[in-house]
């Protein structure tokens, strides 16, 4: 017998079902753009291959912290609450075409065992439904102007600062100057491939690195040939031998944690770093010489210059 929900609440919004569905599911919206006012939104890394983020949210003197997964269920997104106050909690949207190109959104809020805490108590059935038809409104909010597959966060706020590191490379000679450009977008193509598929999100990025810190123009067909030959080199020699070779010699050019922040900026900017991108730098980093914490320092700098919403 199923579980009558704790509360309900519906919306109708006016933009086609792929759209309102992809706005829902694209995280990085969520954490770059601070789709929900109060809350800081953050990405986490572990357990890897989840979309398991943190989310702060200020209630008068103190900070309410839970820990969530976005889940895909035949078509619903489903917010499922694992660790903090609301652990075992979880909101279930749906969507429905609905006229000619708007889209009507169900959301149902299943609590957990002590019901949902917003930092002040438990939540009644009308509290739990005011929470509902808040997240939706944010949700209609943040799809004005709303854009599938662009890019999210101050991409240019991390290349500025990795431009200042660049500098010393300039007095190196020709040779290894295109040694040095070569090896960034080797790193930064094998981040891209490494979850099976190079996204509109992460070819964009690779242009603004390519531009940016190696004053290269990276246009769509040369872009294009640089992501086909990393995928087939590492269907060739194995993902993890092309990883090793890379951060081989992003450590023999003395340049491996400029070539790893490439890397780990490509691997984050389009959904966060999931199981095999992180398998990836971590292979990646090893061969050039930096440790795990490293790299999770690492990533967790770029995370935060990425992110535009002030922190709660």
């Not at 295109?178 to 190079?198: N, Y």
Request: proline share 4%; hydrophobic share 45%.
């Amino acid at each position: 017998m199923s579980v009558k929900p704790a509360a309900r609440a519906a919306i109708v919004l006016d933009r086609a079902i792929d759209v309102v569905r992809a706005q829902f599911f694209d995280l990085d919206h969520h954490v770059r753009d601070g789709l929900h006012r109060g809350t800081t939104v953050r990405w986490t890394l572990r357990p890897p291959g989840e979309r398991r983020l943190k989310q702060e949210t200020r209630v008068l003197n103190r900070v309410l912290t839970d820990v969530f997964v976005i889940e895909d269920d035949q078509g619903a997104w489903v917010k499922r609450f694992v660790e903090g106050p609301n652990e075992g909690g979880r909101y279930v949207v749906s969507f429905a075409p609905h006229a000619t190109s708007a889209t009507r959104v169900d959301a149902e809020a299943h609590a957990p065992p002590k019901g949902f805490d917003n930092g002040l108590g438990r939540l009644s059935d009308l509290g739990v439904q005011k929470s509902l038809e808040k997240l939706l409104a944010d949700h209609q909010r943040a799809l004005e102007g709303y854009e599938p597959g662009r890019v999210r966060g101050d991409v240019e706020k991390v290349l500025r600062s990795l431009r200042d590191l660049t500098t010393p490379i300039g007095a190196r000679d020709r040779s290894e100057q295109k040694a040095i450009v070569s090896s960034f977008l080797k790193a930064a193509a094998i981040a891209a491939i490494s979850d099976g598929v190079a996204d509109e999100v992460e070819r964009q990025t690779m242009q603004a690195v390519a531009r940016t810190l190696c004053q290269v123009e990276l246009d769509d067909a040369t872009l294009a040939t640089l992501v086909d030959g990393a995928s087939q080199a590492a269907s060739t020699d194995g993902l993890e031998v092309r990883c090793d070779r890379i951060g081989a010699t992003l450590l023999a050019l003395g340049v491996s944690d400029l070539g790893l922040a490439v890397a780990a900026l490509i691997a984050q900017v389009s959904h966060g770093v999931e199981a095999r991108e992180l398998a990836a730098l971590l292979r990646i980093a090893k061969a050039a010489g930096l440790d795990e914490p490293t790299l999770v320092a690492l990533i967790g700098r770029i995370d935060a210059m990425l992110t535009t919403a002030p922190p709660v």
